[in-house]
């Protein structure tokens, strides 16, 4: 994968052992990206990253017990949707990033 200008994108991430683990990096590399670590012990090096992880620990994951992987499947996505459509963002003038919108059907009667 390239942007316009013919770079290689990067996978920017911590040095977690997700991220590390050899099946991911040539995950990664397959998909024709490389991975590009921050240095260890500076989460400000991927902030946006970090403060969405902070909320969804906050609002979600120290809120919920999922007992199957369906229930975490469905909380999860829960959450996302709200996340991206109805939850406002400081940084967005308090508005949400994707804004749901509601199909209004007006039937025009002009006889």
């Known amino acids: 994968m390239r942007d316009p200008k013919g770079n290689s994108y990067k996978l920017r991430s911590d040095n977690g052992s997700e991220f590390t ?3 991911v990096r040539k995950f990664i590399s397959n998909l024709g990206t490389y991975p590009a670590f921050i240095e260890p012990g500076s989460p400000w090096e991927n902030g946006y ?3 969405f992880n902070g909320k ?3 609002e979600l994951l120290n809120a919920e017990i999922f007992d199957t992987m369906t229930e975490a499947k469905v909380l999860i996505e ?3 949707t709200y996340y ?4 406002p ?3 967005l ?7 749901e919108f509601k199909v209004v059907d007006i039937a025009l009667n002009m006889a």
């Open 49 to 51: 990253i970090e403060s």
């Open 93 to 99: 003038d308090y508005r949400p990033p994707a804004p």
């Open 56 to 58: 969804m620990r906050d």
């Open 89 to 91: 963002h400081s940084s």
């Open 21 to 23: 683990a050899k099946k």
């Open 84 to 87: 991206n459509t109805i939850r």
């Open 78 to 80: 829960n959450w996302r």
